[in-house]
């Protein structure tokens, strides 16, 4: 049973009763019982607008995940996929990072293609200097 339906389930007892609204006791009883009915129905509304921005929210959460997905990538790429040349690739396919691994320590390093066009790198683990042949250094066959 809803609040409306039990204070008119209330103003159903009053009025069996035979409460006289003209007497001191039967105005103050009326006016009670029309201020439970209002909170009552109040408290109908509410709950119809909280339903509904309810629903809004979790239409607003999955736009969202849409939005994230797109501009982050799924959780399983969010760290790229390794290609067979050592490459990373991000989610949008464009080449962002390198690995190798020190000949001297076996530290795995990971850089920016930027670094490799500077030709070398410095180990962070051992301190070696580790020179990078690229496409554009490499003599040309005839």
Do not use: R
Not at 12 to 21: F, I, N, Q, V
Not at 67 to 89: K, R
């Amino acid at each position: 049973m809803t609040t409306a339906e039990k204070v008119a389930y209330l103003k159903g007892l009053a009025e069996g009763y035979g409460t006289d609204p003209s007497t001191k006791e039967g105005k103050l009883l009326t006016t009670i019982l029309d201020i439970l009915e209002d909170l009552a129905l109040d408290q109908e509304d509410l709950n119809g607008s909280l339903a509904e921005l309810g629903e809004s929210l979790d239409a607003i959460s999955e736009d969202l995940e849409d939005v994230e997905d797109l501009l982050f990538g799924e959780e399983e790429d969010e760290d790229g996929e390794e290609d067979e040349d050592g490459e990373i690739e991000d989610w949008d396919g464009e080449t962002v990072f390198y690995e190798c691994q020190c000949p001297n320590c076996g530290e795995t390093i990971t850089f920016e293609e930027s670094v490799l066009a500077g030709g070398s790198i410095q180990c962070p683990s051992c301190g070696e200097e580790l020179e990078f042949e690229t496409d554009a250094d490499a003599p040309e066959e005839e």
